[in-house]
Structures are given as structure tokens and as C-alpha cells.
């Protein structure tokens, strides 16, 4: 069932990824990726993919409004666990 | 602990979007300069407003851009962001200080966004889908050269477009591993799904976004 990794095509090696992946394996270390640069090429792809989420800071703050309706939030409920 | 920041912070420091959320004008007027975050984290504890109103200027960007950036809807993510808060003030007291408390917050804010979307029926991680390999490009095309579309950086506009055109449940997976650097135990245990699961959805995530990027590219899209 399993073929012998060294022979796997792109397309098996890129098909079962996800999988070897879930499995906790280092695809890094895959034997197939020694001798292709296509597949060595998509996992660098992959990393400067993530490498870029780690540098994505906040976006623009929420509306100024936002905190007046909080603080009414606040008010109500403070209001409502102290009557009177 | 988020990797992000236990990696670019230490601890006693506030955050890069601290410092910046300082200099915001805070909602309420006649302001004193602001003092310590510790001291006005202890105020806020001991129910002083004034105290509340300094954290929510520290804090509101970041648990914003969290909501904004999960659910993919402005007016969606300040009714979570106002969620947040009012839990945050319900629940400061039992504050304890044996975690960052930007660390407790934030993980507060993504527990509400969760529950927003059970709530919703949504699904918290994508059905798994047959990948095709590099299918942009067919297959017989993609296998023979190098293709390396992406060398270099990645424009940030870009990626955010194309993180809020995935499917929800790659999109949380990305969001929480990628951009606020969790690890994947910490996401299995925030989803209910296998540490596996989180691994294998990660990648198909960015295997996703990367043929995204590399469409954008080849159109020509503005960046
Ligand atoms: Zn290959």
C-alpha cells in the first residue's frame, strides 16, 4: 500500500502533507523533499506565509462610540445586580 | 502562553500596542497623566471607572483587531469587543496576576468569539476537504519547475483579504496559531478537536492562502 517515500510523486507527497502533518511527522525531514525542489519550494511558500501572520499587528481601533455603549452596558447591569 | 508574546515582550514591559494605546485620547476628559499599568490594573479591580476606562484605551485595538479579524464583520466584532469588556468588568476581581494580563484578556475575548460562533452553528473547524495539489496552476503544469510565487514578503493588505476570504474554520486556526502565536495544544483544547486536527487544518489553511496570494499576484491586484 505504502510506496517506498523516495518514489512518491509530487502529487502523492502533496496529497498526503496534511496528513503526515496531523500525524505530528516533520515533513521537513520527508525524503522527498530531497530530491524536490517543487515541494521544497510550496513548504517555504508555507513558512513565508506564516512568517508574515507573526508580523500582522492590530488594526484600526473600533468606532469612538464604542465605549459610551459600554459604559451604558455597564451601568445597566450594575443597576440591575444593585437596585436601588 | 501566545508565542508572539512571550517571544517579543518581557514581562514587566506593556506591549508595542500599549505604549501606542497611552498616547489615544482616553474616553474619559480632565485626565491625569496615566499612571503605572499595574496600579491602574489594581484600580480597575477595585471597581474605580476612571481605572476601567485607562484598561479599555490599553486594550480595545488589540481585543478589536482579535474579534474583527475572527469573525470577519466590523459592526459583528464591536458587539463582541463590548462583550468582552463587560465580562472583562465582571470578572477582573478574580484577576490573580500568575498570567500576563493582556495574556488573560485576550484568551477571555477569543473564549467570547467562540461561543458567538457555537451560538451561531457554526463549525469550529472546517470538514475536511480533498486538497488538490497546487491545483492552480493543474497538475500537469505545477510539478515540473521551481514555482516560488512567494519569495520575499507577503503585502499585509493581501494576506488580511485573503485570511478573511477563508472558511471560517481555517480561518480560526490560522488567526490563533499564525498571527496570535498559540500553540496547537492550547487551540485543540479552545476548538474541541485533536492536536492532529489543528496540525493538518493549519496547513491546509495556508496551503489555501497561498493559492489566494499567488491569484492576487498573478491578477495584478493593487496592493
Ligand atoms: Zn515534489
Known sequence: M??????????EFQEQMAELI???????????????????????????????????LPVEPPAEDL??????????EDSSLDPG | MPRSQAAKIPPSSPTAAEQTAVEETPPVQTVPPPPAVAEVLALAQAGDHYAFAQIYSLHKRRVYSLCLRMVGNPSEAEDLTQEAFLQLHRKIATFRGDSAFSTWLHRLSINVVLMHLRKKGLPLTSLDEAMEPTHEDGPGRSFGAPDLALTGSIDRLALERAMSDLPAGYRLIFILHDVEGYEHNEIAAMLECSVGNSKSQLHKARLKLRAALRTAIQKGEPS
Do not use: Y
Open chain 1, 22 to 56: 496531523g500525524s505530528g511527522e516533520d515533513v521537513n525531514n520527508h525524503p522527498h523533499l530531497r530530491m524536490c525542489a517543487t515541494c521544497r519550494a510550496l513548504l517555504a511558500d508555507l513558512q513565508t506565509i506564516a512568517d508574515a501572520a507573526r508580523e500582522l
Open chain 1, 2 to 11: 505504502t510506496r517506498d517515500p523516495q518514489f512518491m510523486t509530487c502529487q
Open chain 1, 67 to 76: 465605549w459610551q455603549r459600554i459604559e451604558l452596558a455597564i451601568q445597566k
